[in-house]
């Protein structure tokens, strides 16, 4: 893996939270982040626990991009169930938390990529690894030439799921009023709310922005502002 990936503080590994794999990737990408799936902690807490109410906070915690929400909801689950608390503490909150995460762990919060490429190899698995090798190259060369050629007439510079967040942030952002402040920097309204948007920095308050790497209502609304009629070519 090492000669493919390089060891770098912007690579964030998600697995379930095993020891043996927390102390492979300790050892292999020391300067990596290490998140763990918040679906296997999510099960985990809800058999351990056995607190329907309890769960639905750790998800709505570990979705959570502002840490005040977060301590919201995790308050919550130290009043219900201190013993998960207690357990989720220990586990730390970098490893589980969108809020908390040091690292580039975009909207990635779960494993399934991981699961559906074990589901697609499931007979192959059993393999010996170099036609399991052969196999996957085989298969995703096929894959990746199938999205090619359903993409490569299309305008769109994102994968389908994206563009369709994107297009529904757009529409959220026609409704806000972005007031320019510095050169790269607007303070936008609407909701009810205030959020200051850097777009030379690429962040927002709302940390949307900072976190998942694709632009929130509040900066799209901030990049129509400073573009104008450019805005959709950018």
């Not at 201190?82 to 969108?98: K, M």
């Not at 050169?183 to 709310?193: A, C, E, L, Q, R």
Request: charged share 25%.
């Amino acid at each position: 893996m090492r000669s493919f990936v390089d060891d770098t503080d912007e690579l964030c590994i998600i697995s379930d939270s095993h020891p043996s794999i927390r102390k492979m990737i300790s050892t292999i990408y020391p300067a990596s982040h290490y998140g763990c799936c918040m679906r296997h902690l999510g099960e985990n807490i809800r058999n351990n626990f056995h607190n329907s109410k309890e769960v639905i906070h750790f998800y709505k915690a570990a979705k959570a991009y502002d840490r005040c929400e977060f301590n919201d909801h995790f308050n919550q689950i130290r009043d219900l169930v201190p013993t998960a608390a207690e357990t989720l503490e220990s586990i730390g909150f970098h490893t589980w938390s969108r809020a908390f995460c040091p690292g580039n762990r975009c909207n990635i919060m779960t494993s399934n990529i991981t699961e559906s490429v074990n589901s697609t190899f499931d007979v192959e698995r059993e393999f010996p690894i170099v036609a399991l090798f052969d196999e996957i190259n085989r298969r995703f060369a096929l894959l990746f030439h199938q999205r090619h050629m359903e993409l490569v007439i299309s305008a769109n510079r994102f994968v389908p799921s994206i563009e369709k967040d994107i297009s529904k942030y757009v529409n959220a952002g026609n409704k806000l009023l972005a007031h320019q402040i510095d050169n790269y920097k607007f303070s936008v309204t609407g909701h009810g709310d205030v959020a200051t948007v850097d777009l030379r920095r690429r962040t927002c308050t709302c940390r949307f922005f900072d976190l998942d790497k694709i632009p929130c209502p509040y900066a799209l609304a901030a990049l129509q502002a400073q573009y104008g009629a450019d805005f959709g070519n950018l």
